[in-house]
């Protein structure tokens, strides 16, 4: 087998993969399944095209602020901003502080659009009203929605398997880690906020009754901003 993998240095570590003539080199970026991975496991680059659509969207929403009904503004919110919003949300949910706060700002004013909020009204209230979760409770609730269908479904398998492992309080089993990066993975993040949940919430035997009650408690409990 002639295959040599060679790892050099840059401004970052690069991996280059070669087989007999043929080289293929690593990207710092790679679009998959409609979201951005980066090499260095961050998500700057999703949350950058991220803001780019849905600040495109935004300006389209905003020009019917005065003219459709408010039926129809809380569809198109849903429909072409929190859509956006929620791909894949439980992935990328590990994103840091500045980039959860920029992307706050733009779910503010769309829903300042649909209830023809004043800018001068501060947040609290607008959410207070409206009913809707932050983006920072939604990446909670969307992570603990697809941790409750691997267990119920057992699926996908290798997924299962990492979440099953439990305590005798029925709490998921953490990897001691301190990197940041593995904190805010999937697993551990998504662990922490499953473990959070009351058990009677986590042994919910519909699906339907486990969204209406975890959502009910994460905006209870799950704090609106980062």
Not at 72 to 97: N, P, T
Not at 135 to 158: A, D, G, R
Not at 197 to 203: S, V
Request: net charge positive.
């Amino acid at each position: 087998d002639h295959r040599d993998l060679h790892v050099r240095s840059r401004r970052q570590r690069q991996m280059c993969i070669r087989d007999s003539n043929n080289k293929v080199e690593t990207e710092e970026n790679e679009k998959l399944l409609g979201i951005y991975i980066q090499s260095n496991l961050k998500w700057s680059k999703q949350i950058t095209e991220l803001k780019k659509t849905l600040k495109k969207r935004l300006s389209a929403f905003t020009l019917i602020r005065h003219i459709a009904p408010l039926k129809i503004k809380k569809m198109l919110y849903e429909g072409i901003i929190m859509s956006v919003f929620r791909y894949c949300i439980s992935v990328w949910g590990g994103l840091c502080k500045n980039e959860l706060e920029d992307l706050q700002v733009i779910q503010n004013k769309a829903i300042r659009v649909v209830f023809n909020i004043p800018g001068r009204n501060h947040r609290n209230t607008m959410f207070d009203e409206s009913g809707y979760m932050t983006i920072k409770q939604e990446i909670y609730y969307h992570t603990v929605l697809n941790i409750y269908k691997i267990k119920t479904t057992h699926q996908p398998e290798y997924l299962y398997e990492r979440l099953s492992q439990e305590n005798i309080f029925g709490n998921i089993v953490l990897d001691k880690t301190n990197l940041t990066l593995a904190r805010n993975g999937f697993i551990y993040r998504g662990s922490m906020n499953w473990n959070s949940l009351p058990p009677d919430i986590r042994k919910a035997k519909k699906l339907k009754t486990f969204k209406t009650e975890a959502k009910n408690w994460i905006l209870e409990n799950v704090s609106r901003f980062p």
